[in-house]
T-cell receptor, first 111, second 108 residues
């Protein structure tokens, strides 16, 4: 998954704690996305950013905030983590809607 | 709401046979449909894209079709091999909406 770097790869949080998932790309694409993947649910879009300075809600935005810091970076913040946010989180970039490149994922457990 | 549906959660195919996976879309008309492969613990990897005005697209042992009348795409793997075992995801353009995926098992 060259081109999209996610940190951290693993994280365990206690209920109520906050954290930020980082995503950085070196492919100079405008659009960036955050998905969560749960067993039996597929990939669900949390937020996306069509370009620097813009963000929009996806299918499951509640409990999350995002920041498109610049063209390279798109972060996802959990202000007060809940067990329902236990999931694998993927950042993706896309080339005009025709092909998406994914990061390696962040496996988050909220206890 | 816009939906991409993959009807089969899992599919078992004998090695050497053709595997066929189905993707249906509802409540919108994607300009493109994309297919991805995902291995356990990894992010999805792009395989093929087909546009709405293309009937068929091929890449090595892979073939994708797009039927706008049936609102369906079929994904074929010919001469399947155990290494083809993975989850395959269909996605539609417009914020790249994904189906839930089909777990394909190629049996030796």
């Amino acid at each position: 998954n060259a081109g999209v770097t996610q940190t951290p790869k693993f994280q365990v949080l206690k209920t109520g704690q906050s954290m930020t998932l980082q995503c950085a790309q070196d492919m100079n694409h405008n659009s960036m996305y955050w998905y969560r993947q749960d067993p039996g649910m597929g990939l669900r879009l949390i937020y996306y950013s069509a370009s620097e300075g813009t963000t929009d809600k996806g299918e499951v935005p509640n409990g999350y905030n995002v920041s498109r810091l610049n063209k390279r970076e798109f972060s996802l913040r959990l202000e007060s983590a809940a067990p329902s946010q236990t999931s694998v989180y993927f950042c993706a970039i896309d080339r005009g809607g025709t092909e998406a490149f994914f990061g390696q994922g962040t496996r988050l457990t909220v206890v | 709401s816009q939906k991409i549906e993959q009807n089969s959660e899992a599919l078992n195919i004998q090695e050497g046979k053709t595997a066929t996976l189905t993707c249906n879309y509802t409540n919108y008309s994607p300009a493109y449909l994309q297919w991805y492969r995902q291995d356990p613990g990894r992010g999805p990897v792009f395989l093929l894209l087909i546009r709405e005005n293309e009937k068929e697209k091929r890449k090595e042992r892979l073939k994708v079709t797009f039927d706008t009348t049936l609102k369906q795409s079929l994904f074929h793997i010919t001469a399947s091999q155990p290494a083809d075992s993975a989850t395959y995801l269909c996605a539609g353009w417009d914020k790249i909406i994904f189906g839930k995926g089909t777990r394909l098992h190629i049996l030796p």
